[in-house]
Antibody
Framework: EVQLQESGPGLVKPSQSLSLTCSVT????????WGWIRKFPGNKMEWMGY???????SYNPSLKSRISITRDTSKNQFFLQLNSVTTEDTATYYC?????????WGQGVMVTVSS | ETVMTQSPTSMSTSIGERVTLNCKAS??????VDWYQQTPGQSPKLLIY???NRHTGVPDRFTGSGFGRDFTLTISNVEAEDLAVYYC?????????FGAGTKLELK
């Protein structure tokens, strides 16, 4: 069974970087696409970007200067880095597999940006 | 960016009723729309992909339709477990964009 699990700090200070890991079991990240999505307080959802089976990436232009998605195929993990965070980046962050759609999701990790 | 407008924002229903949720794109997205269901404390769950294809294991009371700019999700014979927030997502152009959600509540 495909399982995804996000991990990372729940609290980040403004202007610092947010770094999250998505650990995948039951499926290789060298197949298909793997994405990050976040849900803000108040329920708005935002697609952040994805990394493909080959390692190519695509990002939401609204984040393009701050976001990086990378991977470690030996550990079957992919990563999100978001730089220069502000309180507006407070959200629950989800990783997901993309096969026709976002068909498998992690349970989400809540990240608060606060000093 | 393609804006997805969902209506209504919230909807009250009774068990056993049929409800229709709407999603309108600001420009044509073909059939590149998914529907997701999210209950409190849970991750979003894929219901429909490609506008009308039911994901594996999704009950057949969920039906998606639409093309271009207008899309609907119909739930026939609503069950208690269907009370949730429903989101549409377009992936016809980058950035992929979600609607603001429709909250389905019990009357």
């Amino acid at each position: 069974e495909v399982q995804l699990q996000e991990s990372g700090p729940g609290l980040v200070k403004p202007s610092q970087s947010l770094s999250l890991t998505c650990s995948v079991t039951g499926y290789s990240i060298t197949s298909n696409y793997w994405g990050w999505i976040r849900k803000f307080p108040g329920n708005k959802m935002e697609w952040m970007g994805y990394i493909s089976y080959s390692g190519s990436t695509s990002y939401n232009p609204s984040l393009k200067s701050r976001i990086s998605i990378t991977r470690d195929t030996s550990k079957n993990q992919f990563f999100l880095q978001l730089n220069s965070v502000t309180t507006e980046d407070t959200a629950t962050y989800y990783c997901a597999r993309v096969v026709r759609a976002f068909d498998y999701w992690g349970q989400g990790v809540m990240v608060t940006v606060s000093s | 960016e393609t804006v997805m407008t969902q209506s209504p924002t919230s909807m009250s229903t009774s068990i056993g009723e049929r409800v229709t949720l709407n999603c309108k794109a600001s420009q044509s997205v073909g059939i590149n729309v998914d529907w997701y269901q999210q209950t409190p404390g849970q991750s979003p769950k894929l219901l429909i992909y490609g506008a009308s294809n039911r994901h594996t294991g999704v009950p057949d009371r969920f039906t998606g339709s639409g093309f271009g700019r207008d899309f609907t999700l119909t739930i026939s014979n609503v069950e208690a477990e269907d009370l949730a927030v429903y989101y549409c997502l377009q992936y016809g152009s980058i950035p992929y964009t979600f609607g603001a959600g429709t909250k389905l509540e019990l009357k």
